[in-house]
Nanobody, 115 residues
Framework: VQLQASGGGLVQAGGSLRLSCKAS???????????IDWYRQTPGKQREFVAR???????DYADSVRGRFSISKDNSRKTWYLQMSSLEPEDTGVYYC???????WGQGTQVTVSS
């Protein structure tokens, strides 16, 4: 599956952004079987886990974003979303979506939160 991430940008602390990850070239019946992970990476640091949505709908979040970020999907658009609220400068980084069962990464989208 090919993943196209988008939605990053520059926002002030306390603001919100919604990232999208579209599964292109995926048929709906296959899309619904996928789980999705979101990761982020900042220069000099390892890529870190942010959020997961299982194909069952179960969700998990890193402690640092729990209560501020929310993951969802729209089957009709074959797209997952990461809604980010109450953003902090520490949330700055390149955000990647990842489908583990396909070992497929999106290209990354930059999020910059200014203080």
């Amino acid at each position: 599956v090919q993943l196209q991430a988008s939605g990053g940008g520059l926002v002030q602390a306390g603001g919100s952004l919604r990232l999208s990850c579209k599964a292109s070239r995926a048929i709906l019946s296959t899309f619904t079987t996928y789980s999705i992970d979101w990761y982020r990476q900042t220069p000099g640091k390892q890529r870190e886990f942010v959020a997961r949505m299982e194909n069952s709908g179960a969700r998990d979040y890193a402690d640092s974003v729990r209560g501020r970020f929310s993951i969802s999907k729209d089957n009709s658009r074959k797209t997952w979303y990461l809604q980010m609220s109450s953003l902090e400068p520490e949330d700055t980084g390149v955000y990647y979506c990842y489908v583990p069962s396909a070992n497929s990464w999106g290209q990354g989208t930059q999020v910059t939160v200014s203080s």
